[in-house]
């Protein structure tokens, strides 16, 4: 199992078509050659953040000068941010456009990532984060341009589910 | 010295500016000072003042933006000096209060009481250059002169006592506060002849 170039590409892409410049994010396998197209893009504006919660800070700091964002993190680093999205985002009404990298599901080889996987969804709903899993590269753009929209209409946390079948070859 | 007599100190410089504070007795000394539209009180979420600072200083180059945190908000979010250290925001200060204590939720002690965890010595190993930990208000004012008039970021570790406000409260809720700082900040933005993006929130 490799990380597709394409696919990445794809979601790359579409995140610019969106009209987002400006990312946050940590580094994992499946972002990888993601994040090394934003980092290498003069007009993208990457911050790397330590842990996933950062980025929740540095998301609404982005929302308060009028930048359009995203934040890019892994599932499990979804989890380590959940204070951040309740206690700052929710609560002052502050969008995330967030593209989560769904380990640990259908597929799954690495035992570690299998517990993460399992009760993603069932967070997010908990949480009332609207979420669409991101499967086809035909419409990723447009799921991700409809993501931003909905964070900004809602004013909430919206995330879009990035899934084995479009990130890996 | 107290907290609040380094805010008065510095209130008349901050008035103007974009500032960003931690919950609880930071926030409300600020306010009692008098509210600006400028000003973002971060009531909860605990660690991330300096992340949105970032946020912030990252996108408004034309703008000097100030955190004021504190050493309970600060060590639950360590990683914060090590992201600030390598994006380096010029236009960022963070004051970090240390009383040594989680004032605002009962006055237990925090790690940094003891005087062995020393956060301008954990600020300066992350890999800022700019690190000045005072202990009297005359310090901090020179301090926070340099840091105002520096073109870097600049971290300022106060020590100050362990008191607060006698009252808590605010005339506006906790949106509102950011739905007018978001448009204090982008007014702001605009003045410089930047044009925002299509917002389909609006």
Redo the contacts between chains.
């Keep these: 199992m490799t990380v597709s170039y394409e696919n990445s590409k794809a979601v790359f892409d579409g995140i610019k078509a969106a ?1 987002i410049l ?1 990312l ?1 994010a940590l580094p994992e396998t499946w972002l990888g050659l993601l994040l090394q197209r934003a980092e290498d893009d003069p007009d993208v ?1 990457l ?5 996933e ?17 995203a934040l890019l993190m892994q599932n499990h680093g979804f989890f380590g941010a959940m ?2 999205i309740i ?2 985002a929710q ?5 995330l456009c967030m593209l989560v990298a769904v380990r640990g599901h259908w597929g799954e080889p690495y035992p570690w990532h299998t517990r993460g996987g399992i009760v993603t969804e069932g967070l997010l709903r908990a949480l009332n984060i609207p979420y669409e899993h991101a499967r086809d590269p035909a419409i990723v753009a447009k799921q991700i341009a409809e993501a ?2 909905f964070s ?2 809602s ?1 909430s946390p919206v995330a879009l589910l990035l899934t084995r079948d479009l990130m890996e070859v | 010295m107290e907290r609040v007599q380094c805010i008065e100190m510095i209130y008349p410089e901050i008035e103007d500016k974009l500032v960003v504070t931690i919950m609880g007795a930071c926030a409300q000394e600020l306010y009692d000072l008098g509210h600006r539209e400028n000003f973002f009180y971060l009531q909860h979420a605990m660690g991330l003042a300096s992340s949105i600072g970032l946020g912030l200083a990252r996108h408004l180059p034309h703008e000097k933006v100030i955190v004021l945190d504190g050493d309970g908000s600060v060590l639950m979010n360590l990683g914060t000096l090590t992201t600030l250290a390598r994006y380096r925001p010029a236009n960022l200060v963070h004051v970090i209060f240390d009383n040594g204590s989680l004032l605002s939720t009962g006055g237990f002690e925090s790690h940094t009481t003891s005087g062995v965890t020393d956060l301008a010595v954990i600020a300066k190993g992350a890999g800022i250059a700019h690190v000045a930990s005072v202990s009297t208000t005359m310090e901090f004012g020179e301090a926070f002169v340099e840091a105002m008039e520096r073109d870097g970021l600049s971290v300022i570790v106060a020590h100050v006592e362990a008191v607060g406000p006698d009252n808590y409260g605010m005339d506006f809720a906790l949106p509102e506060n950011a739905f007018r700082f978001k448009r204090c900040v982008q007014d702001r933005r605009r003045a410089t002849g930047w044009t925002p993006p299509p917002d389909p929130g609006h």
């Design positions: 009209g400006s946050s504006d911050i790397q953040v330590a842990k919660e950062e980025a929740i800070g540095v998301a609404a700091g982005a929302y308060f000068a009028g930048e359009p964002h204070n951040g206690s700052l609560l002052y009404g502050i969008p931003y929209t900004q209409s004013l």
